[in-house]
């Protein structure tokens, strides 16, 4: 069914913690053609997103936060953010924000030795202002150059001088870094447990990250951030063929006679011409072709089974799979992975009924 992926792991025989927090943000009303394309019957409108946040600790006791959802204060933006919710007309929900989920259940602000932006578009940056000074914010390549010294000073910028004032504002730099797949990435700890990834084009300086969850065998979560918005925009792809035997809710086995016949076969060759491609293309991006290329570079994680890939707005996750406080390391052997691949075909059901 799929090809054995050669996702190249730099040895390492030490881990961390991995716990999937949600940010509680809720965002509605919004156009799929904002984000993707070709258009697909019966999904003008995507289902409503989540955006995921995730708690790393390291043995040492470091603990660090990737991404940190929405403000539940929409108007603590920037102005030209502020100006461009409205504009869009998204219906956008937070009932709680990491910091306060953190805290009911015991873990302090000052606990956090750092928070990473996979980028700083509004729905991933939190307000970092709630931490304390000693709270390290890392950013991705060229950030400092586009948006310093941040909303007021700078006034068109989409980050605030609080976001970082009086706090070390970190730039990743990759010019000595390892090879993680085909990514450039840093290795953050210094002991391979945790990676972060040079994941460009959807925005400036986006950054995913790998984390190692159990050795021997190895296993990792990688975190994608907003490399894409939709699992029918990663998958399948020619390390990771659709599975023959998913048949769409409302069919009967009379429906479709020929087994070798996966209906959503057709409907993919039907969008792209090819088993090997995924059902959508990125429409939203700084740089399309980069975008697309960095998906390429993940769909070969995504296709190795011992690799969890999980995106900022991952929607297989809801309902599915353990949240903080629990731990999600012992994913493999719950089979999340598998539970989660393929959900999204669900949402095709309109389309597949038009073949």
Known sequence: MSHPSNFTVPPGDQTVQV????????????????LMEPPMEGLEYM?????????????????????????????????????????????????????????????????????????????????????????????????????????????????????????????????????????????????????????????????????????????????GGDLCHHSGEIRPSEHLHLPREVQPSFATPVSFPCPGDSVYEQLLVQRTGSVNKPFFRPAIGVDIQQTIDTIEKAQVADADSNIWFIYAHDRSLLNCVDLFPLSVNDWKEKNWREKTLWTFLGEFDAAVKQI
């Open 47 to 223: 289902l409503p997103l989540p955006a995921w946040s995730f708690l790393i600790e390291h043995p040492s006791g470091q603990k660090i936060l990737y991404d940190l959802g929405v403000p539940k204060d929409l108007k603590s933006f920037a102005p030209i953010v502020c100006e461009s919710l409205e504009k869009q007309g998204w219906k956008i929900d937070v009932k709680e924000e990491v910091i306060d989920t953190l805290h009911k259940n015991g873990i302090a602000a000052n606990e956090i030795s750092a928070i990473i932006w996979s980028h700083w578009h509004w729905d991933h940056i939190g307000d970092p202002s709630r931490f304390p000074s000693s709270t390290e914010l890392i950013v991705g390549p060229g950030f400092k150059a586009e948006f310093l010294p941040g909303y007021p000073a700078k006034p068109d910028a989409p980050v605030r001088e609080s976001d970082f004032a009086g706090r070390n504002l970190r730039e990743i730099d990759f010019s000595n870094s390892v090879q993680v797949g085909q990514f450039q990435a840093v290795d953050f700890f210094g002991d391979g447990s945790f990676y972060i990834i040079d994941s460009p084009g959807h925005a400036v300086g986006h950054l995913g990250a790998l984390a190692r969850t159990t050795t021997n065998p190895d296993t990792f979560i990688f975190m």
């Open 19 to 34: 716990r999937i927090i949600d940010s509680t943000t809720r965002i509605k009303n919004l156009k799929l053609g904002f």
